[in-house]
């Protein structure tokens, strides 16, 4: 079956420091990738999204890039702030389908 | 615009009683999905909706457990007996058809605590 694959956390870095989030996703078609943001005492809010491969997709200076070869989509961002404090989930729908399929979540902690 | 709405946000209750939990999804979204966030099991879907016909009710951990979706506005979550372990929060999240390529839209959840 599908499944997403998400470093464990915590990550904890300075501000300013560069960030990488890696995801690895199974799927048995193709797939749209998500990566979600949750941050303390709220529900989760899409951040950014893939549909096909060699895409990429790219908010509030996040950007995450759909490797079909590696089957990958690694959430990475140039300078962290501390507001950028969250717990990120990796996803994934496949073709056809609204249902989404989460990683476990990675929770970054970014430190003045 | 206004997002996915649930109520209440909190909710504490004793053992034994009922609980339901309410949402209200994005206007036009034809899907509805409700959830489940723990530390101990991370996130897990519970059901799933379509034009307010539930797909997919496999996650649902037992027959305490019920979903409703009487209209296309409207749904509900309900505990009955409600027990200690069921505590958790509870998200309600809705999307449109897109082939897959749409995003869920979450509400801020209700945070649910049995005694």
């Known amino acids: 079956g599908n499944s997403v694959t998400q470093m464990e956390g915590p990550v904890t870095l300075s501000e300013e420091a560069f960030l990488t989030i890696n995801c690895t996703y199974t799927a048995t078609g193709y797939p749209s990738l998500f990566w979600y943001v949750q941050y303390p005492g709220e529900g989760l809010q899409l951040l950014l999204k893939?549909?096909?491969?060699?895409d990429k997709g790219s908010n509030k200076g996040f950007e995450a890039t759909y490797r079909k070869e590696t089957t990958s989509f690694h959430l990475e961002k140039g300078s962290v702030q501390v507001s950028d404090s969250a717990v990120y989930f990796c996803?994934?729908?496949?073709?056809?389908?609204?249902?989404?399929?989460f990683g476990t979540g990675t929770r970054l902690l970014v430190s003045p | 615009d206004a997002g996915v709405i649930q109520s209440p946000r909190h909710e504490v209750t004793e053992m034994g009683q009922e609980v339901t939990l309410r949402c209200k999804p994005i206007s036009g979204h034809d899907y509805l999905f409700w959830y489940r966030q723990t530390m101990m099991r991370g996130l897990e879907l519970l059901i799933y909706f379509n034009n307010n016909v539930p797909i997919d009710d496999s996650g649902m951990p037992e027959d305490r457990f019920s979903a409703k979706m009487p209209n296309a506005s409207f749904s509900t979550l309900k505990i009955q007996p409600s027990e200690p372990r069921d505590s958790a929060v509870y998200f309600c999240a809705s999307s449109f058809t897109g082939g897959g390529s749409q995003p869920q839209h979450f509400g801020d959840g209700t945070r649910l605590s049995i005694l």
């Open positions: 893939a549909t096909k491969a060699d």
């Open positions: 996803a994934l729908s496949d073709t056809g389908f609204q249902k989404l399929v």
